[in-house]
């Protein structure tokens, strides 16, 4: 069962707006929004193995900020990307939703990110 603990990620993404997302075609993952503040924020995601964006809002787990961002626990989508071979077992594996209120939430499966 999919579980999630919410993170910090030293930005705030509630409310954010006009987010972008760049994939430099290997393993880096380029996000930038303005928060509300209106100011231009940019996070990296690193070893991305995948990510995808929806409009709608996801279907929040218990303890998931609507507002925030949570790594997912025994997520289906890291044991399906293990399945076809897109992730070696011993590879460390996170996946993260940053959820970004009526914006849309973006997830990605990646060995980790960093404020850019």
């Given at each position: 069962?999919?579980?999630?603990?919410p993170i910090q990620l030293g930005v705030v993404i509630a409310d954010a707006?006009?987010?972008r997302v760049a994939f430099d075609g290997s393993d880096r993952l380029r996000v930038e929004f303005l928060d509300y503040t209106g100011?231009?924020?940019v996070?990296?995601?690193?070893?991305?193995?995948?990510?995808?964006w929806q409009y709608a809002d996801a279907e929040l787990l218990e303890g998931e900020p609507h507002d925030g961002a949570a790594?997912?626990?025994?997520?289906?989508?890291?044991?399906?990307l293990r399945r076809q071979g897109a992730v070696a077992d011993?590879?460390?594996?996170?996946?993260?939703?940053l959820n970004f209120n009526?914006?849309?939430?973006?997830?990605?499966a990646a060995a980790g990110w960093a404020l850019g």
């Amino acid at each position: 069962m999919t579980r999630a603990t919410p993170i910090q990620l030293g930005v705030v993404i509630a409310d954010a707006e006009a987010p972008r997302v760049a994939f430099d075609g290997s393993d880096r993952l380029r996000v930038e929004f303005l928060d509300y503040t209106g100011t231009e924020r940019v996070l990296v995601f690193e070893g991305v193995y995948g990510f995808r964006w929806q409009y709608a809002d996801a279907e929040l787990l218990e303890g998931e900020p609507h507002d925030g961002a949570a790594v997912l626990h025994d997520s289906e989508w890291v044991a399906e990307l293990r399945r076809q071979g897109a992730v070696a077992d011993s590879e460390q594996v996170e996946h993260y939703r940053l959820n970004f209120n009526a914006t849309g939430s973006l997830e990605v499966a990646a060995a980790g990110w960093a404020l850019g």
